[in-house]
């Protein structure tokens, strides 16, 4: 009878214990929420943003190149630089990312780890199924995948280069080494361009002249260059670097053919002129050039549960060849669809779904470059841009 009275006091004990623990868990958990919604998160206010101003149109629009686009997961043609409806698709699979040829005929189109060449009508030309994800891991790079970022259309369409590891240790490392392959719609033919006695860094260029390739290293210091490569005797012909006004030293646009695939960053909402630029700044929507400033449209920007964070309602915008017309996707609570703007008119109107357009922009459209990690175009930062125009 003692043995069990003793057994229930120790099991008692232990509840009781194990209460308070939970009691001083449950205080602790409840003073961390306390603190997190007072200084960091305020989860009761999450709102989306807000369209408040908005005057809409119908009107034509086009490009000055042909493009594709996808809608829907699927992917169309257009042989006239004009948004045609009803027409069939010519890919049926969601798009991770498109390259465009720089004559509009053929893309590249990546999905999950997949490069395929298909023409504007659809028809697979080439597959690459031994690819990186767009954000190369260093297992994918371990295994020798071709690099599905870098890619570069040359000139004349009749073909495209991709990189890959050849050999890969490890980042930094002096041991990795890079191959450049080269695609031949033609002769149907892929073999390796060039093999590198280093690794690319980053991008590489084809030169004009086909004779050269225009690649990124690694200085010993850790910056980043380029080198100029003779690619029959596999010759360094030069070394290039950044000078104080982010232009490279001894090049000149004229000799490269850089794809700018990555135009929605590249760019920043920038024409590919440079001579204009529409940008979301606190709510509103600017177009403006050198001359003048327009509001497009105004709303109010979405609150998040993170303290201080807010989103805007448009992301992504573009212009299209021509540098007339400019896209953006627009989420909101009141307005959702893809915003067309006619800059010279001014006049803006909603496509009620989700278009993404795909084409060739390179330094034949944007000749003034800049050096920063990348050759890229000399444009305006849209975060400067936005700033200016919110304390105007």
Excluded at 38 to 48: D, Q, T
Aim: glycine share 6%; proline share 3%.
């Amino acid at each position: 009878m003692r043995n069990a009275y003793s057994q229930l006091l120790c099991i008692t004990r232990k509840m009781k214990k194990l209460l308070i623990i939970l009691l001083i868990l449950g205080v602790f958990l409840v003073g961390v929420n306390f603190l997190l919604q007072r200084f960091f998160f305020k989860s009761h206010l999450n709102e989306s943003p807000e369209i408040t101003e908005i005057k809409l149109d119908n009107f034509e629009f086009n490009s000055s190149k042909p493009f594709f686009y996808s809608k829907g997961g699927k992917i169309y043609y257009s042989s006239t630089g004009k948004l045609i409806q009803n027409q069939n698709p010519v890919w049926t699979t969601q798009p991770e990312k498109v390259y465009v040829s720089p004559n509009s005929e053929f893309a590249i189109v990546y999905t999950d780890k997949e490069l395929t060449l298909i023409d504007k009508k659809g028809k697979v030309l080439f597959t690459i199924d031994d690819c990186t994800g767009l954000y190369t891991v260093q297992d994918e790079r371990k295994s020798k995948r071709f690099l599905s970022t870098d890619i570069q259309w040359l000139p004349n369409s009749k073909g495209f280069l991709i990189s890959q590891d050849r050999v890969w240790d490890k980042n930094f490392s002096d041991k990795n080494k890079t191959s450049i392959y080269k695609y031949e719609i033609d002769t149907k033919r892929f073999s390796p361009l060039i093999h590198l006695n280093e690794e690319c860094t980053g991008d590489f260029y084809p030169f004009k002249d086909g004779e050269h390739l225009f690649y990124e290293y690694a200085t010993e210091d850790g910056d980043l260059a380029f080198k100029k490569v003779f690619i029959r005797s596999n010759e360094i012909v030069s070394n290039h670097f950044q000078d104080d006004s982010l232009n490279l030293t001894g090049i000149k646009s004229e000799e490269l053919f850089i794809n700018y695939n990555d135009y929605k960053s590249t760019f920043q909402g920038n024409s590919h002129d440079g001579t204009k630029i529409i940008v979301e700044s606190w709510g509103n929507l600017y177009f403006d050039d050198n001359d003048t400033t327009v509001n497009l449209l105004s709303g109010t920007r979405g609150k998040n549960a993170f303290k201080g964070n807010s989103s805007g309602f448009s992301s992504n915008g573009y212009f299209l060849p021509g540098n007339r017309y400019f896209t953006t996707t627009i989420k909101s609570k009141n307005v959702n669809g893809t915003l067309v703007v006619d800059t010279e008119t001014f006049k803006t109107m909603i496509l009620d779904d989700e278009y993404e357009f795909y084409f060739n922009v390179n330094n034949s459209d944007c000749s003034e470059l800049e050096f920063r990690h990348a050759i890229v175009p000399r444009v305006r930062f849209a975060t400067s841009v936005s700033n200016e125009l919110h304390y105007k």
